[in-house]
């Protein structure tokens, strides 16, 4: 994946979080996360699970810039010009081809289809990339529009650990 990155669909164009924009979430530094981005970002999403990983991701941008596109990319509403969640992957496919992916969308934007628009859009694009063959994610047993939106994608459950449900989807299942 290359420094060009940019996905658009009928509502929202996702692009791959940049180290700069990395490290301007990490100092907490909203008014340059904007400029940067050119969109508002509510103060809801700094409370968000996935800031908890931004370090690590800036760390692997760092140690390998190829990894952009692999990593957090960025969900932002078109008509609003407003950034609305976020989802990605952790790293480049390893060996067997498999990636983890994750999503999470600001409260005041759920349940209106901008996650499965999103997730579908991101999958479609990386499996385009010949060296990834299957894709992973992880839902507690209890979120039933995340078991919904992964159902939708054609993923099929694997595995339940306790509360936590693992999902899987083929490249050859596609």
């Known amino acids: 994946m290359n420094q060009s990155l940019h996905i658009t669909t009928q509502r929202l164009e996702l692009l791959p979080c940049s180290l700069e924009v990395a490290q301007a979430v990490i100092t907490r530094n909203k008014s340059q996360v904007e400029k940067l981005l050119g969109v508002r970002v509510p103060n809801d999403w700094y409370e968000s699970e996935v800031l908890d990983i931004f370090p690590m991701y800036a760390q692997m941008l760092i140690d390998d810039p190829s990894q952009l596109g ?12 407003t950034l609305i969640g976020d989802l990605g992957f952790i790293g480049k496919p390893d060996g067997t081809g498999t990636v983890e992916m994750g999503y999470e969308v600001l409260s005041a934007y759920r349940q209106q289809g901008f996650a499965f628009e999103a997730v579908k859009a991101l999958v479609d694009f990386a499996f385009t990339h010949q060296e990834l063959k299957r894709i992973i994610a992880h839902s507690p047993d209890d979120r039933v529009a995340s078991i919904r939106i992964l159902e939708k994608l054609g993923m099929q459950q694997i595995a339940k650990d306790e509360n936590l449900l693992e999902w899987e989807l083929k490249l050859e299942s596609r």
């Open 70 to 81: 692999w990593g957090v990319w960025l969900m932002i509403h078109i008509a609003d010009s």
